[in-house]
């Protein structure tokens, strides 16, 4: 069993930037590929950014190349989602996912993840 807990969410101006946090209690951690998604009100939940097991592969939701980053240390049981120049259309309660037979595109595909966060909002204010 693994459970995810995101943090880092909060209120930022466009432009600005802020780092998302995913924890994950287990010892399994490191066999999971991870995902971050996020849902904006009235919108169906989207694929963010993913990143494999080892971290040496990512995998990128057009809207946000270039300015997201995924990453993840495996020593702290930890995926991070940095994410800079954000926009107002970035506001949205962000996920993080993980799944053990997945590789890092495999990812994007949100249906049967194995383990779901319960969400941290982030608001970008035009």
């Known amino acids: 069993q693994v459970q995810l807990v995101e943090s880092g969410g909060g209120l930022v101006q466009a432009g600005g930037s802020l780092r998302l946090s995913c924890a994950a209690s287990?010892?399994?951690?490191?066999?999971?590929?991870m995902g971050w998604f996020r849902q904006a009100p009235g919108k169906e939940r989207e694929f963010v950014a993913a990143v494999d097991w080892s971290g040496g592969s990512t995998y990128y939701a057009d809207p946000v190349k270039g300015r997201f980053t995924i990453s993840r240390d495996n020593a702290k049981n930890t995926v991070y989602l940095q994410m800079n120049s954000l926009k107002p259309e970035d506001t949205a309660v962000y996920y993080c996912?993980?799944?053990?037979?997945?590789?890092?595109?495999?990812?994007?595909?949100?249906?049967?993840?194995?383990?779901w966060g319960e969400g941290t909002l982030v608001t970008v204010s035009s």
């Open positions: 996912a993980a799944d053990r037979f997945r590789n890092a595109q495999g990812m994007g595909d949100m249906y049967g993840m194995d383990y």
């Open positions: 287990g010892r399994t951690f490191s066999y999971y590929a």
